[in-house]
């Protein structure tokens, strides 16, 4: 938030943006912000963006991640890049964790960044947001499909349309391989 003044008016302006944009971006193998960040809920805004895991940095293990976001409480973006240079991901509520049931909340939803920008939001028909196992993790669900599911290695993953976002295939095609992926939190 910004405060400017007007005529002698104090105003207080919402800035999208995140503080050090261009931070971001440079510390980012894949991550175009400027388009995601209109889209994240109001509560993030005013948030420093923090690279809480990284693929190429920390490696590719799921255990790995979940050690990486396990101590925050913050909102997660996870963006991943496929070997077909298609880029997308979701915003979840809650960080990823191990669970024995789907959390989080509404403000989750999936999106496709490159080659072309769609968000997908919660569509109110359940509540499969956000599950956590040791051998994957998936976003979204309903009838037997995935929004968003990554296997432990974080290599191989499969997008499909599902019942809580009502989205299309995230990748071009519905299986895809993993060649980067990063998990920003807000701080």
């Not at 990486?68 to 077909?84: C, F, H, R």
């Not at 049931?101 to 080659?115: I, N, Q, S």
């Amino acid at each position: 938030m910004v405060l400017m003044e007007d005529g002698g008016e104090k105003l207080l302006v919402t800035d999208r943006d995140p503080e050090g944009l261009n931070n971001i971006v440079e510390s980012s193998q894949i991550l175009e912000a400027s388009h995601i960040c209109k889209e994240l809920p109001p509560r993030t805004v005013g948030h420093t963006w923090r690279l809480a895991y990284s693929t190429s940095r920390h490696g590719a293990s799921l255990k790995s991640l979940y050690r990486k976001v396990g101590a925050t409480d913050s909102p997660v973006l996870i963006v991943i890049k496929d070997a077909l240079d298609e880029i997308f991901g979701a915003f979840l509520s809650h960080p990823l964790r191990p669970s024995e049931t789907f959390y989080g909340t509404g403000e989750t939803f999936l999106f496709m960044l490159h080659p072309r920008f769609k968000c997908f939001r919660w569509t109110g028909e359940n509540s499969f947001f956000i599950k956590g196992d040791l051998d994957s993790f998936a976003i979204g669900g309903g009838s037997g499909h995935f929004g968003l599911w990554l296997d432990e290695n974080l290599y191989l993953g499969r997008s499909s349309p599902c019942l809580t976002f009502n989205n299309c295939c995230l990748s071009e095609t519905d299986d895809f391989r993993v060649m980067e992926l990063e998990v920003w939190s807000f701080s």
